[in-house]
């Protein structure tokens, strides 16, 4: 069976094909700028060289056709036609408290995805558009649908509800959710296994630290607590997104600055975090470099980023009355040894003890970079979100042929 996933944002498509016999990727690549004045497409075969191809591509329908020319492309492509697609899964951000795990898409999965447009704004309504432009495209392919929230779904209610009045909940379903729960579940998987124990006798901190970043608290293989909350804004600083403040800041600014909702809803989510301390990037590669170069301001918003994530795990270890792994996943935490360095060097009351050499070497695959004398092992483990959405959508289509 073939299996494309798609990640849909709001104006980028990343994608990724599957053979499932092997679960080999056959090509991967992505649309970005949709809607601006030039997109660029980026295509993969595993072997091969990148693929580039610049045009206009105004929407997400466009995108989706341009990805399936790219799939039989008579030079680059790796099928001779499109039908050969069995199966298409994709992320999607918010699945409030209805999905608790993964669905094949019908017109009432769709419906409720909707609803829940209010919560993700960033996220959900990007996703919707790639599942309508796959209909348009590749009418009669099965789709399924795999939510960041779902992992989450076994966190008590110590833990997900906000101490304000329960009728918003009962409402509104204003709650905690939590996010990047197919990388978190991945990566506590992966990290079982390196570590040859079974996941139901590890207390693990996970840490995806990408664009968006979260940690979470992982008790017998179970979300017991996450830093997200009702939107992927709370919790950790980010890359553009301020995380954790004290909510009166809102009405505070809106009032002091003349600010609309809506313009403070984007100074949090697209103008705070690392941009906005360092005045320089929300990538973290640039902040180093900055510091690097003896910028104090890049050096503050360092520190902030790694305070702050320091501060959480110090809090799931508590959760949890103990940790026995923290690991390092995403953009960030799978490629930055400065950051892991600059965690761990707080956590030693822990019993936390990086492995300087290990924990400086390049490598792609799952690994652990603390000392064999650590009493918590800390480990890198790259994430594969899209390999768990191959993985459910094959399952989810499989059963359905199988009725
Ligand atoms: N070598 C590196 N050192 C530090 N940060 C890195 C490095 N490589 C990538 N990153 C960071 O990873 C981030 C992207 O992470 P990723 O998990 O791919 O995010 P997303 O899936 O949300 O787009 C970039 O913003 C960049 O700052
Ligand atoms: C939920 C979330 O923050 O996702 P991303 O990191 O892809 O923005
Ligand atoms: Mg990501």
Redesign the pocket.
């Known amino acids: 069976m073939k299996v494309l996933v798609m ?1 849909a ?1 709001s104006s980028s498509l990343k994608y990724q094909l599957y053979d499932m016999r092997d679960e080999t990727v056959l090509a991967s690549g992505r649309v970005e700028r949709i809607g601006m004045d030039s997109s660029i497409v980026t295509h993969e075969v595993p072997g091969h060289p990148e693929v580039r191809d610049v045009s206009e591509i105004l929407d997400h329908v466009t995108a989706v056709k341009r990805v399936a020319d790219m799939i039989v492309h008579p030079s680059h492509g790796v099928l001779k036609d499109i039908k050969e697609i069995d199966a298409v899964g994709h ?1 999607v ?2 699945g409030g408290e209805v999905f608790k795990e993964s669905v094949l898409v019908t017109q009432e999965v769709k419906l409720e995805i909707r609803k829940l447009f209010d919560l ?1 704004p ?2 959900n309504p990007a996703h919707m558009m790639g599942i309508t432009a796959v209909e348009a495209n590749l009418p009669d392919v099965p789709q399924a649908v795999v939510f ?1 929230t779902a992992f989450h779904q076994t966190m008590p209610q110590t833990a997900y509800l906000y101490p304000i009045p329960t009728v918003l909940y009962r409402r509104h379903k204003i709650r905690r959710y939590g ?2 729960g197919t990388s978190h579940h991945y990566v506590s998987d992966q990290a079982a296994e390196v570590l040859g124990k079974p996941l139901a006798s590890i207390k693990m901190i996970s840490c ?1 630290i ?5 940690i979470t608290a992982i008790q017998g293989g179970k979300s017991v607590d996450t830093s ?1 909350g009702l939107t ?1 804004l709370e919790g950790l600083m ?1 890359g553009t ?1 301020s995380g954790d403040l004290d909510p009166a800041i809102v009405p505070f600014t809106m009032n002091k600055e003349e600010l609309t909702l809506s313009e403070v809803n984007s100074m949090l989510n697209k103008h705070s975090g690392l941009l906005a301390i360092s005045g320089i990037s929300s990538d973290m590669r640039e902040i180093v470099q900055a510091m690097d170069e003896g910028d104090r301001n890049a050096q503050l918003a360092f520190d902030m980023y790694t305070y702050r994530m320091r501060k959480y795990i110090g809090a799931y270890a508590a959760a949890m009355n103990g940790v026995d792994a923290i690991v390092f996943t ?1 953009g960030v935490g799978e490629n930055s040894e400065r950051l892991r360095a600059a965690v761990c060097k707080g956590l030693t009351f822990l019993g936390v003890e990086l492995d300087t050499f290990l924990n400086s070497e390049h490598s792609k695959s799952a690994r652990i970079i603390s000392t064999a004398d650590s009493k918590v092992q800390v480990l890198v483990v790259p994430t594969n979100e899209e390999l768990l959405i191959a993985r459910d959508t094959y399952k989810l289509v499989k059963e359905q042929s199988n009725k």
């Open positions: 990640n944002g992320r951000v918010h993700a960033l996220h960041d996010f990047h995806h990408g664009n968006g970043a979260s997200m992927p980010m997104r995403a």
